[in-house]
């Protein structure tokens, strides 16, 4: 399989996992469960269906079969009104088992906006009120 960690087979209903992919997904990797769900959308939208490439000359992205899948992996992962409720990134990475890169492509696509969370500063001392005691 090469680089590739799934393969479907678009001839007939048979998904491929390189091993350590399978390990991964068995273990609930996000990585893996988006690699999961890819492969998945490729055999419900393209088994045994003809792509667009295989017969035009040129690109357009909305009928290209690996954006496709990738859109149906988010949609089925990240159902749009369950996240819309997520206030953050890391709420959504926890909810649904997927990476942080796949949760911030979600909300770019839904155009969901996710709270902003600011680190809370650290504060400082004024000088001179050390809590330091001297014989």
């Known amino acids: 399989m090469g680089k590739m960690e799934g393969l479907t087979d678009d ?16 273990r609930g990797d996000p990585r893996a469960r988006m690699t999961g769900a890819h492969e998945f959308g490729h ?3 393209h088994c045994g269906a003809p792509t667009y490439r295989a017969f035009s000359t040129g690109y357009d ?15 089925f ?3 749009e009104g369950a996240f819309r409720k997520c206030r953050t990134v890391t709420e959504a990475m926890t ?4 990476s942080r ?12 906006k996710f709270d902003v969370v600011r680190p ?3 504060l400082r ?10 014989p």
């Open 11 to 26: 001839q007939k209903p048979i998904i491929y996992f390189k091993d350590s992919a399978y390990r991964a997904l068995e």
């Open 77 to 79: 992962l990240m159902p």
């Open 120 to 122: 809370l500063l650290t």
């Open 61 to 75: 992205p909305l009928f290209d079969p690996e954006r496709q899948a990738n859109v149906f992996a988010a949609a």
């Open 101 to 112: 890169d796949a949760a911030l492509c979600r909300a770019r696509n839904l155009r969901h």
């Open 43 to 45: 055999l419900l939208l």
């Open 125 to 134: 001392k004024k000088r001179g009120t050390s809590n330091r005691r001297f």
């Open 95 to 98: 909810k649904f088992g997927v």
